[in-house]
């Protein structure tokens, strides 16, 4: 057969080197090979490379912005790779290792949940939903500001996911969590399946490229860590522009009196965690990977709506789990949310969103309350579950 042999595995591995070729590409047009995101990255680079101030202000980026750098001095000794190039070469470098990443993580994904295929089935599959990712709105925002959220998701997923891994287990997940911090909420996945070799693993690695950034830039790691350099993230924390999906955003929109937006947070946040700590100890590992996903990305102060590209592999997840037509339909709803981004068609900026009437939360808030929401789901259908515990992932 013509899907056998030599030939199979040449068609399997061009149809990925064509999706990512593919996906890159249309990342180039998205972003006019000129992001606002990868511009303030080389900034910071640039910055620390000449031993400027990385957290004061920096140039404005072509769409007239001016931006804070707000990763650690780590994540700017990795930049510095993508301030040497010019920005449109640095620009097509970003989009083939975003596509990459994409492809990646969907092909660890197929792996995961179909064990039984061969490898060439899991490379033609993944290589087709990596194109069929980009009609997600979190997919098109990252590669359109240029941002490093599918690399982040990949480092994550693979050593959560992968099925005996090469590398030691969680020093992706450390790696990830040096470059941006969000990504250290990812080691309940190992707390909750008691492999406490692959949290100790991401810890030491955090702590160890951390530490490295403090040897090439002393000055600069103190100001972030200590010092007030996470003023710039700050000033964006909780922030009710419409599209930071998450619990803070969400109430900030509501412009509720301190009271009760505190005791509301509490509440919502309290639920949050209770909910993933309960429903991850009950279900197989690739759910409980969705679920901390869910929960990382509500209780964050910041979720920007690009952020959410993790309900890429979290649809496939849920996919592989439909057994009825109702629960396919709820899927693909969830699905088409996902591809509209209906905060998108509400007002937004210059605070407009305080005047949102109620119908337009509902509107404006769709990826968060989806969020929420599927957290309270499977707290109801934990009962039904029939994996005792989250099974160490090996």
């Known amino acids: 057969m013509w899907f056998q042999g030599k030939a199979g595995r040449i068609l399997a591995w061009s149809s990925a080197l064509g999706a990512v070729a593919l996906v890159a590409g249309a990342a180039a047009v998205i972003s006019s090979f000129n992001p606002v995101d990868l511009q303030v990255y ?7 490379v000449r031993g400027g101030d990385l957290y004061g202000p920096l140039p404005t980026t072509t769409a007239g912005s001016m931006l804070p750098f707000i990763y650690p001095p780590f994540a700017a000794m990795l930049f510095s790779a993508l301030a040497l190039p010019p920005l449109p070469v640095a620009s097509v470098l970003l989009d083939l290792l975003s596509a990459a990443s994409l492809w990646i993580v969907l092909y660890t ?8 295929w061969n490898r060439r ?5 993944a290589s087709a939903l990596t194109v069929a990712a980009l009609a997600f709105e979190p997919v098109r925002s990252t590669i359109g500001f240029g941002q490093i959220n599918l690399v982040l998701m990949a480092l994550v997923g693979v050593d959560c996911l992968a099925p005996n891994p090469r590398w030691p287990r969680g020093i992706l997940v450390g790696l990830a969590a040096a470059i941006k911090v969000t990504p250290a909420g990812f080691l ?4 909750i399946a008691k492999d406490f070799r692959a949290a100790r693993n991401a810890l030491l690695t955090g702590a160890g490229t951390t530490l490295l950034g403090f040897l090439v830039a002393p000055h600069a790691s103190v100001e972030y860590f200590f010092g007030g350099g996470l003023t710039g993230a700050d000033g964006f924390s909780g922030s009710p522009y419409a599209t930071n999906q998450t619990i803070q955003g969400a109430l900030n929109r509501l412009a509720l009196l301190p009271r009760a937006h505190d005791l509301l947070w509490l509440s919502l946040s309290a639920f949050v965690l209770v909910a993933a700590v309960l429903v991850m100890r009950r279900v197989d590992s690739s759910l409980g990977f969705v679920v901390n996903a869910a929960a990382v990305l509500v209780l964050s102060p910041i979720s920007w709506s690009h952020h959410w590209v993790w309900v890429v592999p979290a649809m496939l997840i849920l ?5 009825t037509l ?3 339909a709820a899927l693909a709803a969830g699905a088409a949310v996902f591809i509209a981004a209906p905060h998108t068609f509400v007002p937004s900026s210059g605070m ?23 957290l309270a789901w499977q707290l109801f259908a934990m009962q039904f579950a029939r994996v005792p515990a989250l099974e160490r992932v090996r």
Not at 42 to 48: E, L, M, S, V
Not at 353 to 360: D, F, R, S, V
């Open 42 to 48: 080389r900034f910071g680079a640039d910055a620390a």
């Open 109 to 116: 994904t197929v792996r995961r949940l179909w064990r039984d």
């Open 121 to 125: 089935s899991a490379v033609l599959t």
């Open 188 to 191: 309940l996945f190992f707390l």
């Open 319 to 323: 996919a592989a789990r439909v057994r």
């Open 326 to 328: 109702r629960a396919g």
């Open 352 to 374: 407009r969103e305080l005047a949102w009437e109620p119908w337009q939360h509902l509107v404006g808030d769709a990826y968060v309350l989806l969020g929420l929401g599927f």
